[in-house]
């Protein structure tokens, strides 16, 4: 089992920055595939990035501007924001998933773990 805890988001100008936080409870944390999604108010869930032991992943939309990282002492996984457009605004996610190896985990289904979520704002 593990718990996802998302931290960072606030309300920023187009252009600025923002960087979230996702710290993870469990031991095993460098053996699994993390991801960030976001939803905005009507839409469904989309990918933004992922960071597994071996590649990163990014949605066209973002790739460039942000950056996915993780701190396995620290069990924490990053989305550094640049660039932040408002067309970004939404509820951001963490999910967690053991890495088999075997996906590009792009996909909310492939996530079992996911955490309550953070609001992101961008102000025109």
């Known amino acids: 089992q593990v718990q996802l805890v998302e931290s960072g988001g606030g309300l920023v100008q187009a252009g600025g920055s923002l960087r979230l936080s996702c710290a993870a409870s469990?031991?095993?944390?460098?053996?699994?595939?993390m991801g960030w999604f976001r939803q905005a108010a009507g839409e469904e869930r989309e990918f933004v990035a992922a960071?597994?032991?071996?590649?990163?992943y990014y949605a066209d939309s973002v790739k460039g501007r942000f950056t996915i990282s993780r701190d396995n002492a620290k069990n924490t996984v990053y989305l550094q924001m640049n660039s932040l457009k408002p067309e970004d605004t939404a509820v951001y996610y963490c999910a967690a998933e053991q890495d088999s190896g075997s996906y590009y985990y792009m996909l909310p289904d492939e996530y079992d773990y996911w955490g309550q979520g953070t609001q992101v704002t961008v102000s025109s």
């Open positions: 469990g031991r095993t944390f460098s053996s699994y595939a």
């Open positions: 960071i597994t032991w071996s590649a990163t």
